[in-house]
């Protein structure tokens, strides 16, 4: 492709993205509200607002595909998840739609369905169960890009990303776990796949301790290679939460346990 555009290009997975997917295309945009390093060699570095209706269009033009990983990434005040999360999902989809609906990659998240227990095994089609504010911004973020696709034909992958860290964190890691690496060829897979549609995938690696069904990550042919087990006897080591501490009874860990954050 020629422009690949990458929202939330100065967070960790974004930082990642841009390392690793210069060969995607000729240029990659890199955008987001905080500070980014400056462009290099076919690079273009562009600040932006989400929630800026007419900078993101401005955004979105000229882009052949776009990673969104931009927004609120963890649990926020409610201005802080609609700007970036609400209202930049509907601003993304109409700049989309002005600019001949380039395929997205929309980085949604496990916390869609936190609430569900770790004894529990999910497809994409089990109802939603969100943990808190965040979750339920990401609900409404699949929700949109189901519409633009029914109504219009949008195309856009919609990846639940577990735990994307060089290596799992804790126990509850061991089933949440995506690698580097498998995110990286996730990627590749979603903009290379003739045809896309709207899916839901589980962002995670090929772990032996799994709650969630990964078939639809068949439909564009990607087969994870790592597996948190390497790590099991290192995260074992470490002090094990009590077995009804939030981290042990629930898919969405910890963020059970947040409150509802004001100002």
């Known amino acids: 492709m020629k422009r690949l555009l990458i929202t939330g290009a100065a967070g960790n997975l974004g930082k990642l993205a841009r ?10 945009r890199l955008s987001d509200i905080s500070d980014m ?27 052949d595909a776009i990673l969104h990983l931009g927004g609120v990434s963890v649990e926020r005040s409610w201005d802080q998840i609609q700007r970036g999360n609400i209202t930049g999902v509907y601003n993304l989809y109409e700049a989309a739609r002005a600019h001949g609906m380039p395929r997205i990659l929309f980085a949604t998240s496990n916390h869609t369905i ?14 939603m ?10 609900c409404f973020g699949e929700a949109m890009a ?14 639940r990303i577990g735990s994307c860290f060089e290596k799992p964190r804790d126990r509850r ?37 799994g709650w969630w069904n990964t078939d ?28 009804d501490a939030p981290q042990s009874v629930y898919q969405g860990g910890l963020f059970t346990a947040e409150p509802i954050h004001k100002d």
């Open 216 to 243: 639809t990550a068949k439909l564009i042919g990607w087969r994870p290679k790592d597996n948190s087990e390497a790590f099991r006897a290192e995260i074992e080591a470490t002090p094990c939460p009590p077995a």
């Open 19 to 28: 390392a690793r997917l210069g060969h995607m295309a000729d240029v990659l």
């Open 114 to 127: 936190g609430y569900y227990r770790q004894d529990e095994v999910l497809n994409v089609t089990d109802p």
């Open 129 to 138: 169960k969100p943990d808190g504010l965040y979750g339920v911004s990401k």
């Open 37 to 63: 390093d400056p462009a290099g060699p076919d690079e273009e570095v562009v600040p932006c607002d989400l929630g800026d209706e007419a900078a993101v269009y401005d955004l979105v033009k000229d882009c």
């Open 146 to 159: 189901s519409m633009y696709h029914s109504k219009f034909g949008q195309e856009t992958a919609l990846i």
């Open 173 to 209: 890691m061991l089933a949440t776990w995506m690698s580097p690496d498998d995110f990286i060829s996730l990627i590749e897979c979603v903009f290379r796949a003739p045809m896309l549609g709207c899916p839901i995938i589980w962002g995670v690696s090929d772990n032996d301790l």
